[in-house]
């Protein structure tokens, strides 16, 4: 099973940007989606944006598209969401996470199997 590890989090000022990176100890033998997720407490996981396994095709959450930048460098195996004019609204904790397959069909948190430990970002107001 693919390890991940996310960094990047941190606090920021509202109108801030940051760059979340996911590294991971591998990549699967068949096509993959990248996830990247958030979660505040008492809450479910949220789809933020996804990135096919070559990086051909992305797709973001309506509530950060316009805002948020998902990436991949395939030979350091990392995948990056980089998010800008953030809003208080965007405090959580980032998770990345893998789903077998090449579609975007159904992104819901359940349908991804490999998960990181998850990044904390802060937007103060």
């Known amino acids: 099973q693919v390890q991940l590890v996310e960094s990047g989090g941190g606090l920021v000022q509202t109108g801030g940007s940051l760059r979340l990176s996911c590294a991971s100890s591998g990549r699967p033998s068949s096509r993959y989606i990248t996830g990247w997720f958030r979660q505040v407490p008492e809450k479910e996981r949220m789809f933020v944006a996804a990135?096919?396994?070559?990086?051909?095709?992305?797709y973001y959450a309506d509530s950060v598209k316009g805002r948020a930048s998902i990436s991949r460098d395939n030979a350091n195996n990392t995948v990056f969401l980089e998010m800008k004019d953030l809003k208080p609204e965007d405090t959580a904790v980032y998770f990345c996470a893998i789903r077998l397959g090449p579609t975007f069909a159904g992104l819901g948190w359940r349908s991804f199997s490999s998960w990181g430990q998850g990044t904390k970002v802060t937007v103060s107001s």
């Open positions: 990135i096919t396994w070559n990086g051909g095709s992305t």
